[in-house]
């Protein structure tokens, strides 16, 4: 199998989420103890079993699930179940999401950085270095979908993109110490569009769990 470019890539994880359906998978299989059937998220979801087969597909082509063989009962076939990939493996150390998070910080004060947003930027610009390119709002949905977001497009005014991030993996921190991990977070945005002739907005808790990226051209 030919591997994928980071834009090819990029596109592929983009095309999978835009379904609402998937993007409902992806929450229940992030949410879950451990490993869930095509059945159990039929019923999960309120779709049949062979429409739920048909996401799983794609979501698994896209790299964002990952399916394991599992023995049933008996001498039958082995019986396929799924789990959400995060950015990297878990380990017993903790959270990927908040490892990165603090790697993030670490190299920041390491670096000579002063600011949350300084290491959100150097965060970014290492995202934005991988082969490839996509369009801007594309590469945030991307990139917001690997790092454990929920991402979705929305539509918004002209000359505006927007995505909205449903699910954020720190937002009890968040909700805690906004100047800080919101501050990291947009400075994340501005290192993804470096150079791209655009910029980002970052909107925090516009709804409950809810937070909103505004793109438009850089003036």
């Given at each position: 199998m030919t591997e994928m470019t980071g834009g090819e890539a990029a596109q592929s994880v983009h095309r999978a989420l835009a379904v609402p359906s998937r993007r409902r998978l992806m929450s229940l299989l992030r949410e879950a103890d451990g490993l869930l059937g095509a059945d159990e998220l039929a019923a999960a979801a309120g779709l049949s079993v062979a429409t739920v087969r048909h996401h799983l597909i794609a979501l698994v082509d896209a790299g964002l699930v990952r399916a394991t063989a599992t023995a049933g009962p008996g001498r039958g076939r082995p019986k396929l179940r799924y789990t959400a990939v995060r950015a990297a493996p878990q380990d017993a150390t903790g959270d990927t999401a908040y490892r990165d998070l603090a790697a993030a910080l670490v190299e920041a004060v390491a670096g000579g950085g002063s600011t949350a947003r300084d290491a959100g930027l150097a965060w970014g610009r290492r995202l934005a270095a991988g082969p490839g390119t996509a369009p801007p709002a594309e590469r945030v949905f991307t990139h917001a979908a690997r790092m454990g977001f929920d991402p979705e497009q929305a539509p918004a005014p002209a000359g505006t993109?927007?995505?909205?991030?449903?699910?954020?993996?720190?937002?009890?921190?968040?909700?805690?110490?906004?100047?800080?991990?919101?501050?990291?977070?947009?400075?994340?945005?501005?290192?993804?569009?470096?150079?791209?002739?655009t910029e980002a907005e970052l909107r925090p808790f516009v709804g409950p769990d809810l937070c909103r990226a505004d793109l438009h051209p850089t003036s």
């Open positions: 993109e927007r995505v909205l991030l449903h699910a954020c993996p720190y937002r009890d921190m968040a909700r805690h110490r906004p100047e800080v991990v919101c501050a990291v977070h947009q400075g994340v945005l501005d290192g993804l569009l470096e150079g791209t002739g």
